[in-house]
């Protein structure tokens, strides 16, 4: 199953991006099932979570994405968004989109540049 992630790009402090990610590989009916998450790397750190979204609309978010980052989902497009607004220096990373299967298999997009210049 790929995962196809677009939205990324170079920004100012305080100006915001939105992030998508398209599985069309995946059957429609198994994606509604899925949990939807959206994760970041920085040069030299471990890999984050930055928020999820379940099946049932419950969404976690880390701290630092807190009233900044919003994920979304349309299942039946089988996309999963992350808008992101007031974007800092420090949110400078690649970010992975994630879809985890019931079953705990885990699917991998190929990852979005995010640049934020002060």
């Known amino acids: 199953v790929q995962l196809q992630a677009s939205g990324g790009g170079s920004v100012q402090a305080g100006g915001s991006l939105r992030l998508s990610c398209k599985v069309p590989?995946?059957?429609?009916?198994?994606?509604?099932?899925?949990?939807k998450a959206w994760y970041r790397q920085a040069p030299g750190k471990e890999r984050d979570l930055v928020a999820e979204?379940?099946?049932?609309?419950?969404?976690h978010y880390a701290d630092f994405a807190k009233g900044r980052f919003t994920i979304s989902r349309d299942n039946s497009q089988k996309k999963v968004y992350l808008q992101m607004d007031d974007l800092e220096p420090g949110d400078t990373a690649v970010y992975y989109c994630?879809?985890?299967?019931?079953?705990?298999?885990?699917?991998w997009g190929q990852g979005t540049q995010v640049t934020v210049s002060s």
């Open positions: 994630n879809i985890r299967t019931p079953g705990n298999v885990n699917y």
């Open positions: 590989g995946m059957i429609t009916s198994t994606f509604w099932t899925t949990t």
């Open positions: 979204i379940s099946s049932s609309d419950v969404r």
